[in-house]
C-alpha cells in the first residue's frame, strides 16, 4: 500500500529545496501526483527515483543522462549504468589515494624539517631527481608565484604539492659568482613524472631558518667553502623550500635549503 508525501515532506526527508523537486517535475524526470485539494503528493514508488537522481549527481552525471536512464532503463541500461558508475568511483578512489599519500608526505616533510641541521655546510651525494620546471628567470616574490601557479596547473595530478621541499628555483649561478645572489633562472616541482631531471652529483648543502633572503649570506659561505676545500664549482645552485609561505606565515618558521654541485678532487 503507498504512503504519499506532501512536497515538503520529500524535501525535508532528503534534504533538498523544494524548488529542486519542483525542477525535477519540469524536466519530466519526478511528476507526482495531485491530490483533490491541487497539492503535489509523491507516493513511496517516487523514493527509489530520487534515490537514483541523488546517487548520480553526486557522481556527477548530468540531468539529461539520467533522465535518459529513467525513461529507459531496462537490464542492459542499468549493468551499464552500474559499469559507468564503477569507472568514476574508481577514479574518484585513486584522486582521494593520491591525495592521500601527497598529505603524508607533506606532514613528513615537516617533521624532518624540524630534524635539519642549520647553518652547517655539508657534502650530500644526491641521485638524478626527475621534476617539472619553468625556465624562466625571475627576482621579486610575485614573480616566483606566477611561475608556481602555472607550474602547479599543468595536470589535476599536481595539485596540493606546495607546501613541501617538493618546490625550488634555480639560482643563476654566474651572477651569484658575481656576488647577486637572487637571480633565479627558473622554479621546479620535484615530481616522480618530472619531464626534466636535475643531475645526480655531490652537492654542497646549508640549511637555515627564516628569511629566504638569507640566501645572500649563505651563497657566498658554500662558494667560499667549495674553494677552501679545493672542490670545482659545477652548478647548478638550487634553492629548496622545506618549509614555506604556503605552509607558514611565521617567518622564523620558514626552513630553506641551499644546495650547489660540485666536483671533489
Same mark, same amino acid.
Given at each position: 500500500?503507498?504512503?504519499?508525501?506532501?512536497?515538503?515532506?520529500?524535501?525535508?526527508?532528503?534534504?533538498?529545496?523544494? %524548488?529542486?523537486?519542483?525542477?525535477?517535475?519540469?524536466?519530466?524526470?519526478?511528476?507526482?501526483?495531485?491530490?483533490?485539494?491541487?497539492?503535489?503528493?509523491?507516493?513511496?514508488?517516487?523514493?527509489?527515483?530520487?534515490?537514483?537522481?541523488?546517487?548520480?549527481?553526486?557522481?556527477?552525471?548530468?540531468?539529461?543522462?539520467?533522465?535518459?536512464?529513467?525513461?529507459?532503463?531496462?537490464?542492459?541500461?542499468?549493468?551499464?549504468?552500474?559499469?559507468?558508475?564503477?569507472?568514476?568511483? %574508481?577514479?574518484?578512489?585513486?584522486?582521494?589515494?593520491?591525495?592521500?599519500?601527497?598529505?603524508?608526505?607533506?606532514?613528513?616533510?615537516?617533521?624532518?624539517?624540524?630534524?635539519?641541521?642549520?647553518?652547517?655546510?655539508?657534502?650530500?651525494?644526491?641521485?638524478?631527481?626527475?621534476?617539472?620546471?619553468?625556465?624562466?628567470?625571475?627576482?621579486?616574490?610575485?614573480?616566483? %608565484?606566477?611561475?608556481?601557479?602555472?607550474?602547479?596547473?599543468?595536470?589535476? %595530478?599536481?595539485?596540493?604539492?606546495?607546501?613541501?621541499?617538493?618546490?625550488?628555483?634555480?639560482?643563476?649561478?654566474?651572477?651569484?659568482?658575481?656576488?647577486?645572489?637572487?637571480?633565479?633562472?627558473?622554479?621546479?616541482?620535484?615530481?616522480?613524472?618530472?619531464?626534466?631531471?636535475?643531475?645526480?652529483?655531490?652537492?654542497?648543502?646549508?640549511?637555515?631558518?627564516?628569511?629566504?633572503?638569507?640566501?645572500?649570506?649563505?651563497?657566498?659561505?658554500?662558494?667560499?667553502?667549495?674553494?677552501?676545500?679545493?672542490?670545482?664549482?659545477?652548478?647548478?645552485?638550487?634553492?629548496?623550500?622545506?618549509?614555506?609561505?604556503?605552509?607558514?606565515?611565521?617567518?622564523?618558521?620558514?626552513?630553506?635549503?641551499?644546495?650547489?654541485?660540485?666536483?671533489?678532487?
Amino acid at each position: 500500500m503507498s504512503t504519499f508525501y506532501k512536497i515538503g515532506e520529500i524535501a525535508a526527508l532528503y534534504g533538498i529545496s523544494t %524548488d529542486i523537486l519542483r525542477y525535477y517535475e519540469e524536466l519530466g524526470i519526478l511528476v507526482p501526483r495531485r491530490a483533490p485539494n491541487g497539492y503535489r503528493v509523491y507516493r513511496t514508488e517516487d523514493l527509489w527515483c530520487l534515490n537514483v537522481i541523488r546517487d548520480l549527481r553526486q557522481l556527477g552525471f548530468s540531468m539529461d543522462q539520467i533522465r535518459s536512464y529513467i525513461e529507459n532503463r531496462s537490464i542492459g541500461s542499468t549493468l551499464e549504468l552500474f559499469r559507468k558508475e564503477m569507472h568514476v568511483i %574508481d577514479q574518484q578512489i585513486a584522486r582521494l589515494n593520491s591525495l592521500r599519500e601527497n598529505i603524508i608526505t607533506r606532514r613528513e616533510t615537516i617533521t624532518q624539517a624540524g630534524e635539519l641541521v642549520l647553518g652547517q655546510i655539508s657534502l650530500k651525494e644526491m641521485p638524478s631527481r626527475p621534476c617539472h620546471r619553468i625556465m624562466q628567470s625571475y627576482e621579486t616574490d610575485e614573480e616566483m %608565484d606566477i611561475l608556481i601557479k602555472q607550474l602547479v596547473s599543468f595536470g589535476p %595530478d599536481r595539485q596540493y604539492i606546495i607546501g613541501n621541499n617538493q618546490m625550488g628555483s634555480f639560482v643563476n649561478l654566474s651572477d651569484a659568482l658575481d656576488g647577486r645572489c637572487q637571480q633565479y633562472d627558473a622554479v621546479f616541482i620535484l615530481h616522480p613524472d618530472g619531464e626534466h631531471r636535475i643531475e645526480a652529483g655531490s652537492y654542497l648543502s646549508v640549511c637555515y631558518c627564516g628569511s629566504f633572503r638569507q640566501t645572500r649570506t649563505y651563497v657566498p659561505q658554500l662558494l667560499q667553502y667549495a674553494r677552501d676545500n679545493g672542490m670545482a664549482i659545477r652548478g647548478p645552485l638550487l634553492e629548496l623550500l622545506w618549509i614555506d609561505i604556503h605552509t607558514t606565515k611565521h617567518v622564523e618558521e620558514q626552513v630553506t635549503e641551499l644546495q650547489l654541485k660540485v666536483e671533489v678532487h
